[in-house]
């Protein structure tokens, strides 16, 4: 199990991959984008059987959030959810706003990693239906108003 453990860079990584199984693909692939004035690759963490890709979050700076809102901009044929750790963080000490509320906000799909529930039509081939497209998952213990 250690070769394993040392191919993923924390162990949310390897969380996720443990529950994935043989279902998707670490790192597998690059997608690129421009960062106004400079052009940039980004590989996310994971891209399941369906096409769909998951990036996995622990600590989300505003650089990652900017790389985020770049590639939605850029790359709406591609779909990337944020899988965080916690959605309920902080973007920082000063703010009111969490990491869910801001990706809600800027149209980020992102699912909270505490529930270990990815939808298995976001996983498995030919399982992808429109339905889900576009959901934004809310925070744990928040009621719908």
């Given at each position: 199990?250690?070769?394993?453990?040392?191919?993923?860079?924390?162990?949310?990584?390897?969380?996720?991959?443990?529950?994935?199984g043989g279902d998707a693909e670490y790192e597998r692939e690059y997608i690129e984008f421009v960062q106004p004035a400079k052009s940039r690759r980004y590989c996310p963490d994971f891209k399941t059987k369906a096409g769909v890709f998951i990036e996995c979050k622990g600590?989300?700076?505003?650089?990652?959030?900017?790389?985020?809102?770049?590639?939605?901009?850029?790359?709406?044929d591609k779909r990337i959810i944020l899988l965080f750790q916690n959605p309920d963080v902080k973007i920082n000490k000063r703010s009111k706003t969490t990491y869910g509320d801001w990706a809600t906000k800027n149209g980020i799909e992102w699912l909270d990693w505490r529930d270990r529930n990815i939808p298995k039509e976001l996983i498995l081939e030919n399982q992808t239906n429109n339905r889900t497209r576009g959901r934004v998952s809310r925070p744990r213990g928040k009621s719908k108003p």
């Open positions: 199990m250690a070769r394993i453990k040392d191919q993923y860079k924390s162990k949310l990584e390897i969380q996720v991959a443990e529950y994935l600590k989300w700076v505003t650089e990652d959030r900017l790389k985020h809102v770049w590639l939605r901009e850029q790359h709406p």
